[in-house]
């Protein structure tokens, strides 16, 4: 499983996708679909485009990873999770094919989701990119539309180092004659955009230059805005489903009721306030410690955990040196051990204290923390999964 072991676990090549699609009877041709990809802000777009959707009476899949509290989480319909027996189902009936396939964890939930979308007879999918885009498996849709957020230095051991060719495998979601979102106008990608839109026959837009309407929506934290663009775009931009001004409307107000994101700039709870959020790469958090300190409060203390193979010298120096720090390792093999993290930290002058887990760094900040003080959590997806 990539987001516990990191590289080890991650497989660059669609063969055994296609195997297991082929074996399961293509469920992915059985739907329509909209395939989301980007460095950051896809979980949080994708979303706010089946939330709409829903609005608008569509029976709508949303498949998303990784997951904060339940497995479940990443394949719903109508915001409800796929059931239990319907997971230990689907491993029965296929585990022989699945051991001797040895199938990724990835790979399988793909396989789950795209089948479960089928049987339930979906009017679309909205189906978020596991890691990249070219080699994902959910790259075997032949979506609607496909939308790419934006670009940024992410997973760079597998995407490439600089943005062109990180975009190169976003873009290969880009599918024939189909329309293209992209979130962000950045110069330096456009051109490889272009090109593989071209060779693909097809026009890319931005989103910008089809929305410049504003939305409000329920999900707290004005880096949304960005997202907010992108999905109405997306949306706006979609054939053959018909989506009101009020859907629109609707659907963004209630994102977190229709489909149950959580973890982002999410409040947990006042005085003191505590704030989660699940940015972990130097492009989210620019946006997330932004918000950060245009909150009011009189001491900040900040609870911080990290994957290790996260490039800490991009986003350390990010983060205000005038706050405490809880220093703490996420329960995944991937976490780097939190003394590390402190010795790092402290050579850009963040001070604090390491602790055993991510929990007992939280009761600490806690203890500490005044009624007027502001607990933030955040660092890695998996320390925000340990304490919402």
Not at 34 to 39: C, D, E, F, R
Not at 155 to 178: M, R, S, Y
Not at 367 to 380: E, R
Request: glycine content about 8%; hydrophobic content about 40%.
């Amino acid at each position: 499983m990539y987001q516990r072991q990191g590289k080890t676990a991650f497989k660059k090549d669609l063969t055994n996708i296609v195997a297991l699609a082929g074996h399961l009877g293509h469920p992915q041709q059985q739907f329509k679909s909209i395939h989301v990809a980007g460095t950051n802000g896809k979980g949080s777009t994708s979303h706010m485009i089946a939330s709409i959707l829903q609005e608008a009476g569509y029976k709508t899949g949303l498949y998303t990873s990784p997951h904060l509290r339940d497995f479940r989480e990443r394949i719903k319909v109508n915001g409800k999770m796929i059931r239990k027996n319907c997971v230990i189902n689907f491993i029965k009936r296929n585990q022989n094919f699945l051991e001797r396939q040895q199938l990724s964890f990835f790979e399988m939930t793909v396989g789950l989701a795209f089948e479960h979308f089928a049987k339930q007879q979906i009017d679309i999918a909205v189906v978020e990119v596991g890691l990249g885009g070219r080699l994902d498996s959910t790259n075997i849709l032949n979506p609607e539309i496909s939308v790419i957020t934006n670009i940024g230095y992410d997973h760079t051991q597998f995407l490439g180092e600089t943005l062109p060719e990180i975009a190169f495998e976003k873009a290969g979601i880009i599918k024939e004659n189909t329309p293209v979102i992209i979130g962000e106008n950045q110069p330096e990608v456009i051109d490889t955009f272009m090109k593989i839109a071209k060779e693909n026959h097809t026009n890319i837009a931005f989103a910008e230059d089809v929305n410049n309407t504003i939305y409000k929506t329920d999900l707290a934290g004005s880096y949304q805005s960005k997202n907010i663009k992108t999905a109405v775009a997306a949306i706006k931009k979609l054939n053959n489903f018909i989506v009101k001004e009020e859907d629109i409307k609707k659907g963004l107000l209630k994102v977190v009721e229709n489909t149950g994101l959580l973890g982002r700039w999410q409040l947990l709870r006042e005085q003191p306030k505590v704030i989660v959020d699940t940015a972990h790469n130097k492009e989210g958090l620019t946006y997330v410690l932004r918000q950060l300190l245009e909150e009011k409060f009189e001491n900040l203390h900040i609870i911080i955990g990290v994957v290790n193979d996260k490039n800490l010298e991009t986003i350390l120096p990010m983060f205000p040196k005038r706050a405490q720090y809880y220093f703490c390792k996420p329960t995944i093999p991937r976490g780097l051990d939190a003394q590390l993290l402190q010795q790092k930290a402290h050579g850009y002058q963040l001070l604090g204290h390491t602790y055993n887990s991510v929990n007992k760094a939280y009761k600490s900040a806690l203890k500490t923390a005044a009624k007027n003080d502001l607990i933030f959590i955040g660092g890695s997806t998996f320390v925000v999964a340990e304490v919402v």
